[in-house]
C-alpha cells in the first residue's frame, strides 16, 4: 500500500532563517505531488504542483521554492522566511490516472517567530 | 478562481441533516471532497467527476452540477463524527490541481 512521509511534525524557526521541509511517498511510482500551505482557520492554498522529476509548476509567487530531486522525493525551501511563511504545510500525492484522490500527508506546523 | 463554499459554519444535532454547497465560475472537469479535523491532515471522501454524476457512501453523497458548475455535499442522520471542516477541491483542466474553496465547518453536537 501507498504511504507518504512528511517530516518535522513541527518547526519553529526565526525571521531570516532557511527552511527545508522533506515529503517522500512509498508504494507507487511517478505520482503527481503537492505542497499546499494552510494559514490558522483557513483552506488551504497550492503552493507547487509536480508532475516529475525536476518539473515543478509554481501557483503563487512568493517566498518558498519546490524541488523533486527523485521520483518520489518533493522537497519545500526557503532561504530566508518571513512572518507571513507561518501556516501548517502539507505535501500530497496523486496518482496519474483520471479522478484519482489526493492523499496528504500528516503536515508540518512552522512557526517563524 | 477559488470555488465558494456555503455556509461558512453548520451547527447540527445527532441525526439531523445538512448540506453543504461548491460554487465555482469556472468549467469544472472534477469535484473532490475532503474533510479535516482540527491539528489533522485533509481526508479524502469523494470524487465527481464531469457528467451529473451522484455519489453515495454510507450517509455521504454528493452531487455535480456540471451545467451550473457546482457540488452539492449531503450528509445525512449526522454523527458526533461528522464533526470537522468540509473542503471541496475543485479541478478545471484535468491536470490533477485542486483549488479548494475556503471550507464549512460542521458541529454536531450530542
Known amino acids: 500500500s501507498q504511504t507518504i512521509h512528511q517530516w518535522p511534525a513541527t518547526l519553529v524557526q526565526p525571521v531570516g532563517s532557511p527552511l527545508s521541509l522533506e515529503c517522500t511517498v512509498e508504494?507507487?511510482?511517478?505520482?503527481?505531488l503537492y505542497w499546499y500551505r494552510q494559514a490558522a482557520g483557513r483552506g488551504l492554498q497550492l503552493l507547487f504542483y509536480?508532475?516529475?522529476?525536476?518539473?515543478i509548476s509554481s501557483e503563487v509567487p512568493q517566498n518558498l521554492s519546490a524541488s523533486r530531486p527523485q521520483d518520489r522525493q518533493f522537497i519545500l525551501s526557503s532561504k530566508k522566511l518571513l512572518l507571513s511563511d507561518s501556516g501548517f504545510y502539507l505535501c500530497?500525492?496523486?496518482?496519474?490516472?483520471?479522478?484519482?484522490?489526493?492523499?496528504f500527508g500528516n503536515g508540518t506546523r512552522l512557526t517563524v517567530t | 478562481q477559488q470555488p465558494v463554499q456555503s455556509p461558512q459554519a453548520v451547527i447540527l444535532r445527532e441525526g439531523e441533516d445538512a448540506v453543504i454547497n461548491c460554487s465555482s465560475s469556472?468549467?469544472?472537469?472534477?469535484v473532490h471532497w475532503y474533510r479535516q479535523k482540527h491539528g489533522e491532515a485533509p481526508v479524502f471522501l469523494m470524487i465527481?467527476?464531469?457528467?451529473?454524476e451522484q455519489k453515495g457512501h454510507e450517509k455521504i453523497s454528493a452531487s455535480f452540477n456540471e451545467k451550473k458548475q457546482q457540488s452539492s455535499l449531503y450528509l445525512t442522520a449526522s454523527q458526533l463524527s461528522y464533526s470537522g471542516t468540509y473542503f471541496c477541491g475543485t479541478e478545471i483542466d484535468n491536470t490533477g490541481k485542486l483549488i479548494f474553496g475556503q471550507g464549512t465547518t460542521l458541529q454536531v453536537k450530542p
Open positions: 500530497a500525492w496523486s496518482a496519474l490516472f483520471n479522478g484519482s484522490p489526493l492523499h
Open positions: 508504494g507507487t511510482s511517478n505520482p503527481n
Open positions: 509536480s508532475v516529475g522529476i525536476g518539473q
Open positions: 469556472k468549467a469544472l472537469y472534477s
Open positions: 465527481l467527476l464531469k457528467g451529473g
